[in-house]
């Protein structure tokens, strides 16, 4: 079938297909020709774009950013999330990547990282993450290429983004969690075994095993991971008579057992204390280390 370009000011045009874009969300698509475009928010968009606030966590789903934070601020030489991009195709994103199309000289290097499923099918989300290396305090204005497809379609878009980088400080150099489900240890990982946990819809899930290298670890190295997780909220580090845990200090929090992708420093704990955290947010039922 005879494929024509439709650029995202054209508004919509009706036939009998449906296709979502959004406002503003992409400079062109090309899709079959029987189809309607309608123009919605970049949350809820063909790819659907969720972006993150001022210091990199997530608002509740049901409500999402609907355009990028007025300044991202970043930490020299660690990942940062620069936005969630969900396939709400009716198909399969078999091609997704993204550019540095614009962008000033204050910072050394600027490294984008996709990191989509294995599958990109529909509902699935790749976390995309951003890397930034400084001298010291600067700003850039940035402007990234997003490129999308699959079979019968393909979308492109640009977004811009204010960000501030700046160096790490002893409160970053300690344990921690940054974007994109990253672990990042204070000292080197190597020789060391190792474990994730983490929770979707619901449910927790651990990772198989695996060998540390370097000084960072991320749920994409592991084998063994279902679907798509919610985040990670614990790294074991897998010892002969007990266990040490790292958990994500908004876990912690009262009331809060959250889960999502975000930078947090990790709080030390003995295999009795997860248990016990595990626990106060009712998951102990669903681990078989802490419900013998």
Excluded at 39 to 59: C, H, I, Q
Excluded at 88 to 112: C, K, N, P, W, Y
Excluded at 153 to 166: H, L
Aim: aromatic share 10%.
């Amino acid at each position: 079938m005879k494929r024509r370009s439709v650029l995202a000011s054209m508004g919509a045009f009706t036939a009998s297909g449906s296709l979502v874009m959004g406002s503003g969300a992409f400079t062109s698509a090309e899709v079959e020709r029987d189809v309607n475009i309608d123009v919605v928010g970049d949350p809820y968009a063909f790819l659907g774009l969720r972006y993150p606030n001022e210091d990199g966590t997530y608002p509740t789903e049901d409500e999402p950013n609907a355009t990028p934070p007025e300044t991202l601020n970043v930490t020299s030489g660690e990942e940062q999330d620069l936005f969630h991009a969900t396939n709400q195709f009716a198909g399969e994103i078999t091609g997704f990547s993204l550019s540095v199309d614009e962008r000033g000289d204050e910072f050394d290097s600027i490294e984008v990282n996709e990191k989509p499923p294995d599958e990109f099918t529909p509902g699935e989300d790749a976390f995309v993450t951003v890397e930034i290396d400084c001298n010291g305090n600067a700003t850039e204005e940035v402007v990234f290429g997003i490129e999308a497809e699959g079979e019968g379609f393909s979308v492109s878009a640009q977004r811009r983004f204010e960000i501030s980088c700046s160096l790490p400080t002893a409160a970053t150099t300690a344990p921690r969690f940054t974007g994109g489900g990253q672990f990042k240890y204070d000292e080197s990982l190597d020789g060391k075994t190792l474990r994730a946990w983490y929770r979707r819809d619901g449910t927790v899930y651990r990772t198989g095993e695996q060998s540390g290298e370097g000084e960072s670890v991320e749920l994409n190295d592991f084998d063994g991971v279902s679907g798509r997780p919610t985040g990670v909220f614990a790294i074991e580090f897998v010892e002969d008579d007990s266990s040490t845990f790292f958990i994500r200090r908004t876990f912690l929090e009262a009331d809060s057992c959250d889960v999502e992708q975000r930078t947090t420093d990790a709080v030390e704990k003995s295999q009795t204390k997860f248990c016990d955290e595990i626990a106060d947010c009712e998951l102990d039922g669903q681990i078989e280390l802490c419900s013998n």
